[in-house]
């Protein structure tokens, strides 16, 4: 048998929901745990503009925040606590234990740790020149743990 992988980098964004689906679904059955919610909120200018996002979602007791953004122009104002304040409340009143991100270190590794973020691992040239910083913020800890 003769597998063959064709190329194709310019999926579509339905088609990227189709495989996240797949891939939950999967997931979900082996840990047994069906609860997945969007987490997410918004920053808008007057004019409507989403001028800060950070997104992510909750599982199983764990949350991940997949994008933080702030528009360039509002940078250094606050908007970026404001959300990650916001993503960790709401992660809190769903119960989640901790919360993971990802963050280059020319992006906001140390917004994150000045909000009790913990650096679990950091990966050097990812890319070349840079590093990949890991990050968790542990809201919960386990039932009968110290």
Known sequence: MNIVAHPQHNLSAAEIDAIEGRLYDHNRQAVGRSDAE?????????????????AG???AGTSELKQMWVDQSH??????????????AEAKIRAVRRIWVQ????????????AGFVRVAEFADWPEGHSNVILCKTLL???GAQ
């Open 141 to 143: 800890e386990k039932a």
């Open 38 to 54: 969007g987490l997410g909120f918004v920053i808008r200018n007057e004019a409507g503009c989403i001028v800060g996002v950070a």
């Open 57 to 59: 979602y909750s599982w």
């Open 103 to 114: 963050s280059y270190d020319f992006q906001a590794p140390s917004l994150y740790e000045k």
């Open 75 to 88: 940078r250094g104002r606050g908007y970026g606590r404001a959300l990650l304040r916001a993503f960790i």
